[in-house]
Nanobody, 126 residues
Framework: QVQLVESGGGLVQAGGSLRLSCAAS????????MGWFRQAPGKEREFVAA????????VYADSVKGRFTISRDNAKNSVYLQMNSLKPEDTAIYYC???????????????????WGQGTQVTVSS
């Protein structure tokens, strides 16, 4: 079992940047592929980015490719999402998730993820 806690959300103007962090406890995060998902009001939760257990493989949603970067530091049991050139349509609650699987590239479906954090709000103003 692993517990996930997100941080780093907030209010930012369009074009700005934020860095989200996800701290894992309970089991070492290196046992899991890790992903970031987001959910805007009235919409389904959607995939944003994912990274394999050792950080060697990453995958991104087309909507964030080139703007967002996912990374992990297994020594710190943490995963990060650097978000640049933010747009109002990036406004959502962002969730960190852990997948016990080891597929390469990592999974992009919410159904593949076993553990979820509580989320952190990101609001981008125009």
């Amino acid at each position: 079992q692993v517990q996930l806690v997100e941080s780093g959300g907030g209010l930012v103007q369009a074009g700005g940047s934020l860095r989200l962090s996800c701290a894992a406890s309970g089991r070492t995060s290196s046992s899991y592929a890790m992903g970031w998902f987001r959910q805007a009001p009235g919409k389904e939760r959607e995939f944003v980015a994912a990274v394999s257990r050792n950080g060697g493989s990453t995958v991104y949603a087309d909507s964030v490719k080139g703007r967002f970067t996912i990374s992990r530091d297994n020594a710190k049991n943490s995963v990060y999402l650097q978000m640049n050139s933010l747009k109002p349509e990036d406004t959502a609650i962002y969730y960190c998730a852990g997948d016990r699987g080891s597929t390469i590239p990592p999974m992009t479906s919410t159904k593949a993820y076993d553990y979820w954090g509580q989320g952190t709000q990101v609001t981008v103003s125009s």
